[in-house]
């Protein structure tokens, strides 16, 4: 026995020798990825896809925060201090102009062969001063959410105007109401004061005629009656056909309320869909995905979104850091997050792949949506989006709030981004 003991005592030894000895040999690298929705799951799957191709190189997953700010706040710790801790970030479509400076050109290592598949404004987004700085990995856009089985039930269309979304939204919210269910809402969307609300807003606003925020020639445009009109219109659904949390909610808490079956409407981005269908959600089945309502301008708006990947400057590992980022925003893996995830491939030719369409149908539905989807002044205002939206998002948010009135609060957006950025004002920049 003792004998025996020895001996699986001496293998054990040995066996932990090796591990150690192989995973020194081996190229450890980390990337900082989102975690909303199946994302973490999906970053995991395709490291562990990446790692079976590539024994030499070990991937480890950070997850990070939910909200594009607080991300941005733990990216920034790590880029200012030159930490060679994380390799490749995802990266928010607004950031590259912000975040140029700590990222490789990726065209240096290999991107110049891949990048003509993706979409071209994606790669000119990321493209600063002549270096592509990440690589298209998912896009976004904002979308309408409404439940199938409700609209039905009460012989209503899906709305194409803000006037129809409010109406409609009313009417079955308080018909479902007295039908038994008091946690009932109208519509859900992302009222926290944070970048989220950014999105919501630009959306309301440019679909109303009032322009970009700051519009692509550097002029600042937000204080205009229809900017006023569509934030004011806003407000009024807060403790109406949207709940007064709304004005804390991001695109997880809307998701959750929407899943447990408590809204009619809901805007959130495409990986809300294959969630809505999990097994898990109480409206499997039961809804379908439009373009947002128009405003007056009679166009619908839907703000562009999407994640990018860039290596650090700081990495140690460059080399296998790009190769692993180019692997993660490869055909292959973006075709697996399409069917599994409905995350939007960024790279055309899988709008019109068989499996991903039938898997996402509205990727095909509603290709142009995500073609004609307006960009965040992140260009205009770079190195600064982050504060600009900031003054956005926060001016917003006190009208949400009922703190200010829209009127009041645009003139001061006005002030405080002429201040920040010191361009002139101009006319809003019509769809
Ligand atoms: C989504 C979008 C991103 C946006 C964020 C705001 O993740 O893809 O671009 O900044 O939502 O919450």
């Known amino acids: 026995m003792r004998k025996y003991l020895l001996l699986v005592l001496a293998l054990v030894l040995v066996v932990s020798f090796t591990a150690v000895g192989f995973a020194q040999d081996k190229t450890e690298i980390t990337v900082a990825a989102g975690s909303v929705g199946k994302e973490l799951e999906l970053t995991q799957k395709a490291a562990q896809m990446y790692m079976e191709e590539n024994p030499d190189v070990k991937v480890n997953v950070l997850s990070t925060p939910d909200l594009a700010n607080d991300r941005l706040g733990l990216y920034l710790q790590f880029l200012e201090a030159k930490s060679p801790k994380v390799d490749v970030y995802q990266v928010d479509v607004i950031w590259p102009g912000d975040l140029a400076q700590h990222f490789i050109d990726l065209n240096e290592y290999g991107a110049e062969k891949v990048a003509d598949n993706h979409f071209q404004e994606i790669v000119q987004n990321n493209t600063v001063n002549g270096r592509l700085v990440a ?9 309408l959410y409404y439940r199938t089985d409700l609209l039905e039930k009460y012989d209503r269309k899906v709305p194409e105007t803000w006037s129809e979304l409010q109406e409609t939204a009313k009417y079955i919210m308080e018909e479902e109401r007295a039908a038994g269910n008091p946690d009932f809402y109208g519509y859900v969307w992302q009222g926290n004061a944070y970048e989220g609300l950014t999105c919501d807003a630009l959306e309301w606003v440019f679909s109303n005629g009032g322009g970009t925020i700051v519009s692509p ?4 445009t937000i204080n205009n009656e229809k900017a006023i009109e569509a934030i004011d219109m806003a407000a009024g659904w807060v403790g109406d056909i949207s709940p007064t ?9 809307a998701r959750k309320m929407w899943e447990a079956g408590n809204a009619l409407f809901m805007r959130n981005w495409p990986y809300a869909y294959t969630l809505g269908n999990a097994d898990t959600s109480q409206i499997k089945g039961k809804f379908d995905v439009a373009p947002l309502p128009a405003g007056d301008s009679g166009s619908s708006a839907a703000t562009l979104g999407g994640w990018n990947l860039s290596v650090s ?11 692993f980022a180019l692997f993660l925003a490869s055909e292959k893996v973006q075709k697996m997050r399409a069917i599994e995830g409905s995350f939007n491939p960024t790279i055309k030719s899988l709008y019109q792949d068989e499996e991903v369409l039938e898997a996402v149908p509205f990727f095909g539905k509603l290709y142009e949506v995500f073609t004609n989807a307006v960009a965040r002044p992140s260009t205009a205002t770079a ?6 939206s900031e003054i956005f998002f926060q001016g917003v948010h006190s009208v949400l709030t009922g703190e200010s009135d829209a009127t009041t609060a645009v003139q001061y957006m006005e002030l405080d981004l002429k201040d920040l950025l010191g361009y002139e004002t101009g006319e809003p920049r019509q769809p």
């Open 313 to 323: 400057k700081y990495s140690e590992h460059p080399e296998a850091a790009a190769d």
């Open 135 to 143: 690589i298209p990995w998912f896009t976004d856009a904002g979308l």
């Open 245 to 253: 949390g709304v004005t804390g909610m991001g695109e997880e808490d």
């Open 217 to 220: 020639d550097k002029k600042i």
């Open 383 to 388: 190195p600064k989006y982050n504060q600009a």
